[in-house]
């Protein structure tokens, strides 16, 4: 039987560049740094290692879209391979995903994802969501996605995002973002996400600032972290991005009696790029460091190709 490789949607550096002049903006569904996925079905030797929501799963850079300027629909494919250290303890992660940007009228773009996952210790799994975005009047718009996973150790049942962007100046080039996140996995665990940033664009560049609040249940635990995007590039040219975050991931594990409970430092580096090949098609990749203090480093490699029609 093939193995499953694993994903979701990264449009790496899918920015808001047309979004701002008042277009539909595609950012992907909103990582959440400082997340830890509970491992309340986890080996013991993976306690912490089950982080789902993490900048890898939808990529940072995608706060802000590359915005298909033409109103063009869009497909994303790419596969993703994380190498975690020591990986007698963790494994191996690899994934496949599908994304489809729907542009439709009244300022309306509908995302859909299929995303497979293969990790070398837990088991195999899929998530699939839906979403939709859309421009309200020219001083905002929001972006809406629910979606969910069969029965699994990592991924969660369902999770719902909604997020709102109002946008501020003469050019409309300063954008502020509201968000809130709430994921229930099989094992009962619940995590509940506020978060709120900042985003300015400038000629052929832009950077976001953004803090999120994470709330986990069982227990009423929090954590924190900040994330700092950097974007420079132009549209149906190419785009390069650094992705930069530091926080804590917490919450109690209900593998042992008594909750036990995990509160550790993280810090993430990611740089991507997407590059225009013909007028309406490309490529995209991106290499990342991640390290969850002393428990485990991890080592990202991406690649992924784009069809806009």
Same mark, same amino acid.
């Given at each position: 039987?093939?193995?499953?490789?694993?994903?979701?949607?990264?449009?790496?550096?899918?920015?808001? &560049? #047309?979004? =701002?002049?008042?277009?539909?903006?595609?950012?992907?569904?909103?990582?959440?740094? #400082?997340?830890?996925?509970?491992?309340?079905?986890?080996?013991?030797? &993976?306690?912490?290692?089950?982080?789902? $929501?993490?900048?890898?799963?939808?990529?940072?850079?995608?706060?802000?879209?590359?915005?298909?300027?033409?109103?063009?629909?869009?497909?994303?494919?790419?596969?993703?391979?994380?190498?975690?250290?020591?990986?007698?303890?963790?494994?191996?992660?690899?994934?496949?995903?599908?994304?489809?940007?729907?542009?439709?009228?009244?300022?309306?773009?509908?995302?859909?994802?299929?995303?497979?996952?293969?990790?070398?210790?837990?088991?195999?799994?899929?998530? &699939?969501?839906?979403?939709?975005?859309?421009?309200?009047?020219?001083?905002?718009?929001?972006?809406?996605?629910?979606?969910?996973?069969?029965?699994?150790?990592?991924?969660?049942?369902?999770?719902?995002?909604?997020?709102?962007?109002?946008?501020?100046?003469?050019?409309?080039?300063?954008?502020?973002?509201?968000?809130?996140?709430?994921?229930?996995?099989?094992?009962?665990?619940?995590?509940? =996400?506020?978060?709120?940033?900042?985003?300015?664009?400038?000629?052929?560049?832009?950077?976001?600032?953004?803090?999120?609040?994470?709330?986990?249940?069982?227990?009423? =635990?929090?954590?924190?972290?900040?994330?700092?995007?950097?974007?420079?590039?132009?549209?149906?040219?190419?785009?390069?991005?650094?992705?930069?975050?530091?926080?804590?991931?917490?919450?109690?594990?209900?593998? &042992?009696?008594?909750?036990?409970?995990?509160?550790?430092?993280?810090?993430?580096?990611?740089?991507?790029?997407?590059?225009?090949?013909?007028?309406?098609?490309? $490529?995209?990749?991106?290499?990342?460091?991640?390290?969850?203090?002393?428990?485990?480093?991890?080592?990202?490699?991406? =690649?992924?190709?784009?069809?806009?029609?």
């Amino acid at each position: 039987m093939m193995r499953l490789f694993a994903a979701l949607s990264t449009l790496t550096s899918v920015l808001m &560049a #047309g979004g =701002v002049a008042g277009n539909t903006p595609m950012p992907n569904p909103v990582p959440i740094p #400082g997340t830890e996925t509970p491992a309340g079905t986890l080996p013991a030797s &993976a306690a912490t290692a089950g982080t789902f $929501w993490e900048k890898t799963f939808f990529s940072d850079s995608n706060l802000k879209s590359d915005q298909n300027v033409t109103g063009q629909d869009r497909l994303e494919l790419f596969v993703m391979y994380e190498y975690l250290d020591p990986n007698d303890d963790y494994g191996s992660w690899k994934q496949f995903n599908a994304a489809y940007y729907q542009k439709l009228p009244e300022s309306l773009t509908l995302y859909y994802q299929l995303a497979l996952f293969e990790r070398s210790i837990e088991n195999n799994a899929m998530f &699939a969501s839906i979403g939709a975005y859309k421009d309200w009047s020219p001083s905002y718009y929001t972006f809406t996605q629910i979606g969910g996973s069969p029965d699994n150790q990592y991924l969660p049942k369902i999770r719902f995002d909604h997020e709102l962007y109002l946008k501020f100046g003469e050019e409309k080039n300063l954008v502020g973002i509201l968000g809130m996140s709430f994921m229930e996995y099989y094992n009962g665990h619940r995590d509940r =996400v506020a978060s709120a940033g900042l985003t300015y664009y400038g000629p052929r560049y832009n950077i976001t600032y953004r803090h999120f609040f994470n709330t986990s249940y069982p227990g009423n =635990v929090t954590s924190r972290s900040d994330l700092l995007s950097i974007g420079y590039g132009e549209e149906k040219k190419q785009w390069i991005y650094l992705d930069l975050s530091y926080g804590n991931q917490a919450y109690r594990s209900i593998l &042992a009696d008594g909750y036990t409970p995990f509160d550790e430092d993280s810090a993430d580096i990611k740089l991507s790029y997407r590059k225009w090949t013909t007028k309406n098609s490309g $490529w995209f990749g991106a290499i990342g460091f991640s390290r969850l203090n002393t428990n485990y480093n991890k080592y990202l490699f991406q =690649v992924g190709y784009f069809q806009e029609f």
